[in-house]
């Protein structure tokens, strides 16, 4: 758990705010890699403070630029640049702390500034929120085109989703949705050879408006079937 930089007092996860006397901590990204500062080509603009962003050099594998704001310490990732930082940040994590990560993630983080969305620092368009890994309680704040932002406190609150296996955590779970959807893909499979084989009628005991509706006259028997459950189970 980090603590506060004036009274060291343990600071509460995904916060920039001490509870006990009240200073603002910023992430201590020296303590990720050397930063220096650069001028940017086009400015990006704080969607909290409607500032001009700082664009930092976190110098990892070479040159690694981000933008912060120099008031509420909010971070804007370019696509792919904060799973990045986390991987090269974060390693030798060979096990899920549950426990860990069950005390790390009390609630679904909407950090310091509230629930509200906000607008891309680059294109000025409204961002969606999710939540980051599906399972990591740190709601950001996405622009499909341009990148991620998050909120001062949030990044910490990843590097210890990160410690706690919360990345291995969702790939198991990824691969386990995918075995259920491989078994029920299969046994749709399995069931339409048997049909077709015996001259039944697979539609009659199929409610294929889970698969967009019937089966056409048009459509070849075995092969409609498959085709029409490979895409509700891909969906």
């Known amino acids: 758990m980090a603590n506060c930089t004036n009274c060291s007092a343990p600071l509460p996860p995904a916060s ?11 992430i201590d990204l020296n303590g990720i890699n050397y930063y220096t500062t650069h001028e940017v080509e086009a400015e990006r603009i704080c969607p909290r403070c409607n500032i001009g962003l700082r664009t930092l050099d976190l110098n990892i594998h070479g040159t690694f630029l981000i933008e912060r704001c120099d008031d509420c310490f909010g971070l804007f990732f370019d696509p ?11 390693s030798n994590v060979f096990t899920i702390n549950k426990s860990r990560l069950d005390a790390n993630k009390p609630a679904l983080r909407t950090g310091e500034q509230g629930a509200f969305y906000i607008k891309c620092p ?22 499909k085109e341009h990148g991620v932002w998050l ?18 955590l969702q790939q198991e779970r990824e691969q386990e949705q995918r075995r259920v959807e491989a078994r029920e893909l299969e046994q749709v499979k399995r069931r339409a050879q048997r049909e077709s084989a015996t001259g039944g009628s697979y539609q009659n005991d199929v409610d294929f408006s889970l698969f967009g509706g019937p089966l056409r006259n048009s459509d070849p028997d075995l092969f409609g079937i498959v085709i029409k459950a490979v895409k509700f189970f891909m969906k």
């Open 16 to 26: 920039i705010l001490c509870a006990y006397c009240g200073s603002r901590n910023d």
């Open 80 to 90: 792919n640049e904060l799973e990045a930082l986390l991987e090269a940040t974060v």
């Open 122 to 143: 680059v294109c000025g368009k409204i961002m969606n929120r999710v939540n980051f890994g599906t399972n990591s309680g740190v709601i950001v704040d996405r622009c």
């Open 151 to 168: 909120d001062g406190g949030e990044l910490r609150h990843l590097f210890e989703w990160m410690k706690a296996g919360g990345k291995l």
